[in-house]
T-cell receptor
Framework: AQSVTQPDIHITVSEGASLELRCNYSYGATPYLFWYVQSPGQGLQLLLKYFSGDTLVQGIKGFEAEFKRSQSSFNLRKPSVHWSDAAEYFCASFRSNDYKLSFGAGTTVTVRA | DVKVTQSSRYLVKRTGEKVFLECVQDMDHENMFWYRQDPGLGLRLIYFSYDVKMKEKGDIPEGYSVSREKKERFSLILESASTNQTSMYLC???????????FGQGTRLTVV
């Protein structure tokens, strides 16, 4: 069963506008959470990760994500999108009890000029 | 830098063939994973391993098997390839406890 859900399949955003990508996880304990990005024809690159502590985590390329236990969410945000942010974004969770690393179905981001 | 190497970038195989996809990592990672990536479905976990000779089924293990005889190598085996196994296959590895995974470049397998 899918333990990570990304509700948005595709998002289109104007360059310079803000971006928020949603991610929900299902796991009794707090999992380790990640956001990865995959540009066309490229491999997966880690944007940021949450293990514990401060619920707002900063990543590379100006991205940040906020862990909200009450909503089982780990949404990714960027205040001002650049054309180079057009890519597919994947949320992932790692369960420490069985070592399983699961991914969501991904959200494709299109940036319009 | 961590390096995860998949033996082939592109493979074309015939229906019914036995196919081996190889993955090697050079950072002494305990955990290794095999995924397939299909449009609209994201990365689906096929098998994973948290130690040598250990293997666990992921979400879609049917039609696949794995082998981990050495810590650095994790092989995915398609016992009898079928056209619905045409996909991009991604291997990943991570240290025990940290769980940040590093990915190979992927193998695009076409079964004809």
């Amino acid at each position: 069963a899918q333990s990570v859900t990304q509700p948005d399949i595709h998002i289109t955003v104007s360059e310079g506008a803000s971006l928020e990508l949603r991610c929900n996880y299902s796991y009794g304990a707090t999992p380790y959470l990640f956001w990865y990005v995959q540009s066309p024809g490229q491999g997966l690159q880690l944007l940021l990760k949450y293990f514990s502590g401060d619920t707002l985590v900063q990543g590379i390329k100006g991205f940040e994500a906020e862990f909200k236990r009450s909503q089982s969410s780990f949404n990714l945000r960027k205040p001002s999108v650049h054309w180079s942010d057009a890519a597919e974004y994947f949320c992932a969770s790692f369960r420490s009890n069985d070592y399983k690393l699961s991914f969501g179905a991904g959200t494709t981001v299109t940036v319009r000029a | 830098d961590v390096k995860v190497t998949q033996s082939s970038r592109y493979l074309v195989k015939r229906t019914g063939e036995k196919v081996f996809l190889e993955c090697v990592q050079d950072m002494d990672h305990e955990n290794m994973f095999w995924y397939r990536q299909d449009p609209g479905l994201g990365l689906r976990l096929i098998y994973f391993s948290y130690d040598v000779k250990m293997k666990e089924k992921g979400d879609i293990p049917e039609g696949y098997s794995v082998s981990r005889e050495k810590k650095e190598r994790f092989s995915l085996i398609l016992e009898s390839a079928s056209t619905n196994q045409t996909s991009m296959y991604l291997c990943a590895s991570s240290l025990a406890g940290t769980s940040e995974a590093f990915f190979g470049q992927g193998t695009r397998l076409t079964v004809v």
